[in-house]
C-alpha cells in the first residue's frame, strides 16, 4: 500500500507542475491586454506602459510563473488587477455558493442514479428496466443549461414556486440561500444523475453474469442477496471511477449554470475575469479546478486498492 500511494502521490505532484505550467501558458497568451482594458480606450501608451509596470506584468515570463507559484504554497493568491481584493477571499466568499451548489448537486445526483441504476441494471430484460434505460438516455441529451431554463420557466415563471435567479446570502436568510440553489442543483443533479444511472446499470449487468453471482443463486440465493452480498462491492470499482469523471461535469456544469440563474458562484466569477482580463483572478481559479479534479483522481485511484485487495501497486 504504501508503494501504491508514493507512487501515485508522485503522479499527482508531477500533475500538478504540468497543469500549473499549461495553465499559465494558456491565461498569458490570451489577446488584449489588462492595462489597457483598465485605463479605457482612451488611454495613451506612456499610462498603459506605466501601469504594466506597476503591475508587474513587464517582467519575464518564466518570474512571474515562480511569483504565482511561490504564492499560491504560502497561501497568497495575490490581488485582483481590476478589485484590487485578494483573490483569496473572494474564492472563499464565492465558495459559499459553488461549495453547496456542488454538494446539492451531486447528492441528488447520487440519489436518483443509485436505486434507478440497480433496478435497471437487474430488471434490464424487463419493462421498467428497459423505461428507466430510455430516461436515462433522454436525461444525457439534455444540456444542463437547458434543463435549467426548462426548470426555471415552469417552477418559477409559471408555478412561482422557487425563485428563477439572484442568490441571497446566507447570513441574511439561509432559506432564501437555500431556494436560491433548489433549481440550479436540480439542473445539474437530473443531468448528471443520468449518466451515472447508465454506468451503475452497465456495472451490475455485467456482474450478474459472474461465474460467483451464478454460484450464489446455484446455493439457493435470490438474486437481491446475490447482489447484495456479493456483487455491489464488485460493481462499485468502475462506478468509482465515473464518479470521479462525474465531478468535473459538475464543475464545468456549475459554470453554466451559474451564469444562467445569475448565482454569484466561482462560475460566475471566472466567466467575468475572463471577460475583463483579470489573469490573476483567472490563473487561480482554473489551477485550483484543475488541481482538485487531480487530487479527486488521486482518490479514486487509491480507491481502488481498498475496493479490490488483489489490484496491486501497478494498478
Known amino acids: 500500500m504504501a508503494v501504491l500511494v508514493t507512487t501515485r502521490l508522485a503522479a499527482l505532484l508531477a500533475s500538478l507542475v504540468g497543469a500549473s505550467l499549461l495553465v499559465f501558458a494558456v491565461v498569458n497568451v490570451l489577446p488584449g491586454d489588462v492595462a489597457a482594458v483598465i485605463l479605457g480606450t482612451n488611454a495613451t501608451a506612456e499610462n498603459v506602459a506605466q501601469l504594466r509596470q506597476q503591475l508587474g506584468l513587464?517582467?519575464?515570463?518564466?518570474?512571474?510563473?515562480?511569483?504565482?507559484?511561490?504564492?499560491?504554497?504560502?497561501?497568497?493568491?495575490?490581488?485582483?488587477?481590476?478589485?484590487?481584493?485578494?483573490?483569496?477571499?473572494?474564492?472563499?466568499?464565492?465558495?459559499?455558493?459553488?461549495?453547496?451548489?456542488?454538494?446539492?448537486?451531486?447528492?441528488?445526483?447520487?440519489?436518483?442514479?443509485v436505486p434507478l441504476g440497480v433496478i435497471a441494471g437487474v430488471r434490464y430484460r424487463r419493462l421498467s428496466g428497459a423505461l428507466i434505460s430510455a430516461l436515462s438516455l433522454g436525461g444525457i441529451a439534455i444540456p444542463a443549461f437547458w434543463a435549467g431554463l426548462l426548470l426555471a420557466t415552469v417552477f418559477a415563471i409559471e408555478l412561482r414556486l422557487l425563485p428563477a435567479g439572484g442568490f441571497i446570502d446566507w447570513s441574511e436568510d439561509p432559506v432564501a440561500a437555500l431556494r436560491s440553489l433548489i433549481l440550479p442543483s436540480f439542473a445539474l443533479g437530473l443531468v448528471q444523475g443520468a449518466v451515472l444511472t447508465r454506468y451503475i446499470r452497465s456495472a451490475i449487468i455485467d456482474v450478474q453474469r459472474e461465474d460467483y453471482i451464478r454460484t450464489a443463486r446455484a446455493k439457493g440465493l435470490t438474486r437481491w442477496q446475490a447482489l447484495r452480498r456479493h456483487g455491489f462491492?464488485?460493481?462499485?470499482?468502475?462506478?468509482?471511477?465515473?464518479?470521479?469523471?462525474?465531478?468535473?461535469?459538475?464543475?464545468?456544469?456549475?459554470?453554466?449554470?451559474?451564469?444562467?440563474?445569475?448565482?454569484?458562484?466561482?462560475?460566475?466569477?471566472?466567466?467575468?475575469?475572463v471577460g475583463n482580463r483579470d489573469l490573476v483572478v483567472?490563473?487561480?481559479?482554473?489551477?485550483?479546478?484543475?488541481?482538485?479534479?487531480?487530487?479527486?483522481?488521486?482518490?479514486?485511484?487509491l480507491s481502488y486498492r481498498l475496493l479490490d485487495p488483489r489490484l496491486g501497486p501497478r494498478s
Not at 507559484?69 to 459559499?96: C, E, N, P
Not at 461535469?249 to 462560475?267: H, T
Not at 490563473?283 to 487531480?294: G, I, P, R, S
Open 233 to 273: 462491492k464488485n460493481a462499485a470499482i468502475p462506478v468509482v471511477t465515473i464518479l470521479g469523471i462525474q465531478l468535473t461535469g459538475l464543475l464545468v456544469g456549475a459554470i453554466v449554470i451559474e451564469n444562467v440563474f445569475v448565482l454569484p458562484g466561482l462560475g460566475r466569477l471566472l466567466f467575468q475575469s
Open 58 to 113: 513587464d517582467q519575464p515570463e518564466w518570474l512571474r510563473y515562480l511569483q504565482w507559484v511561490g504564492g499560491m504554497l504560502r497561501g497568497d493568491f495575490g490581488t485582483s488587477l481590476l478589485s484590487h481584493a485578494a483573490v483569496g477571499g473572494l474564492i472563499l466568499q464565492k465558495l459559499t455558493v459553488s461549495g453547496p451548489l456542488a454538494l446539492l448537486s451531486g447528492a441528488i445526483a447520487l440519489v436518483i442514479s
Open 282 to 301: 483567472v490563473q487561480d481559479l482554473v489551477m485550483l479546478l484543475t488541481a482538485l479534479v487531480l487530487v479527486v483522481n488521486f482518490l479514486v485511484d
